[in-house]
């Protein structure tokens, strides 16, 4: 029988006091943010520092933890596996363990009570929904509830490499707000500029990948356009899909999860399936999945692409 959850109080409140500073700190760290905005302005260097971070991160989130060590869907070099697990942890979302198995049992139990952060199991009407979107997008999170990992993702637990890497998880976030804090210090320059550093290139920018990133949890499971049967609420939302590197095209990726590529057509962009095949052609990396046409064909609904 499987057993989803593991009974520990202790490992519970620490996944509780983790997940409140997760929200807390980049929250307020966005407010400060905003507030320097509209006082101070925002340094051409700090702003290229945002961009860039932003794109390794979520690179690390849908790349990496995602379409890698969740799924398996191609096969890196090592050091190409290393870096993809440490960009994935400076997003602070959590160690690679605790997002594996959490993601694989939302897979697993998808839109279903067992479902660690389904926004359909909520209630009806308005009220109902609202719930589950809070519940999905961030209050999951908060719950007592300890993912089995054992279960859902022993082949991470094998993994040295990762393991060594994921017991070092605070020092990554930490690292992933350092960097921009020192660029800063250097161009604009002074304590000033290591502020305007931490609060764009770190704080907003952890804020900002997390609201797009849990947007995936709740929206893309109540709004948007189903392409394929499957056995739960899974949608697509484009727009969402061009700030997630292709995340956003969340009912193609239900409909054949072990996927390197989430777009289905040209039209749907994909930047994280780009980056692997850049991997690919620089030898980076083999065994790409791609979908099977027939195997998806079967499950489709209808011919409708998915507009915005």
């Known amino acids: 029988m499987t057993k989803i959850r593991i009974d520990n109080p ?10 409140l500073a997760t929200l807390v700190i ?18 051409t260097v700090t702003l290229v520092v945002l961009v860039v971070f932003y794109l390794l991160t979520t690179a690390g989130l849908t790349v990496g933890f995602h379409r890698l060590f969740t799924h398996k869907s191609f096969k890196p070099c090592a050091p190409v596996k290393a870096a993809l697990a440490i960009l994935g942890m400076m997003a602070a979302q959590g160690p690679v363990l ?36 809070l519940h999905a997008h961030f209050g999951w999170m908060l719950k007592a509830e300890v993912t089995n990992v054992t279960q859902f993702a022993p082949d991470i637990l094998r993994d040295h490499l ?19 804090a020192a660029i800063g210090a250097i161009s604009p320059g002074g304590w000033a500029g290591a ?6 290139g770190g704080l907003f920018r952890i804020f900002f990948v997390h609201q797009i990133t849990w947007g995936l949890n709740s ?3 109540v709004f948007g356009r189903r392409r394929y ?9 484009g727009w969402l899909a061009l700030i997630t590197m292709g995340e956003g095209w969340h009912n193609n990726h239900h409909a054949y999860p072990s996927a390197a590529r989430f777009g289905h057509h040209w039209w749907e962009l994909d930047l994280g399936y780009s980056l692997i095949r850049l991997f690919q052609r620089l030898g980076l990396c083999t065994e790409v999945c791609l979908p099977d046409r027939e195997a998806i064909a079967k499950k489709r609904i209808h011919a409708s692409s998915n507009a915005l």
Not at 11 to 19: D, G, H, I, N, P
Not at 26 to 43: D, E, H, K, N, V
Not at 229 to 237: G, K, P, T
Request: aromatic fraction near 8%; charged fraction near 15%; include cysteine.
């Open 195 to 200: 502020i305007e550093g931490l609060l764009f």
């Open 219 to 221: 929206l893309n499971h």
């Open 98 to 133: 605790f997002w594996v198995a959490s993601h694989r049992r939302h897979h697993a139990f998808s839109d279903t009570n067992e479902d660690c952060h389904s926004p359909c199991t909520h209630g009806n009407g308005v009220l109902g929904t609202v719930k589950g979107l």
């Open 229 to 237: 049967h499957s056995n739960d609420n899974s949608r697509n939302i």
């Open 162 to 180: 990762i393991m060594k890497l994921n017991r070092h998880y605070t020092a990554w976030v930490l690292l992933g707000l350092a960097i921009p």
């Open 10 to 19: 202790a490992l519970a409140r620490m996944q509780q006091r983790t997940a």
């Open 26 to 43: 980049p929250s307020l760290g966005a407010i400060l943010a905003s507030y320097w905005l509209f006082t101070r302005g925002i340094g």
